[in-house]
């Protein structure tokens, strides 16, 4: 995909884009992952990571990306 195609948020610019979903998908795995080990998500994997949602209740702009880096991100999360 290209950087615009990852960026894309719809005709009105108001869905979520790829790169915001591939965000969202790592983070929640990335709780699972913790949760069934019992374990707790570290603090500096929340602020690397997160948020989950924004003040809004919606997903964190995320911009500018590449889907290569979204992808290592998201391969990283079975490794923990």
């Known amino acids: 995909m290209s950087q615009e195609e990852i960026d894309y948020k719809g005709p ?8 915001q979903l591939i965000k969202h ?3 929640v795995d990335m709780n699972w992952v913790y949760r069934i080990k019992g374990l707790p998500l570290p ?14 209740g919606r997903l964190p702009m995320v911009q500018g990306i590449s889907l290569s880096t979204l992808m290592s991100t998201y391969e990283g999360v079975i490794t923990y």
């Open 12 to 19: 009105n610019n108001n869905l979520n884009s790829t790169a």
């Open 25 to 27: 998908i790592t983070y």
């Open 43 to 56: 603090q500096n994997l929340r602020e690397q990571h997160g948020p989950m949602i924004d003040e809004n």
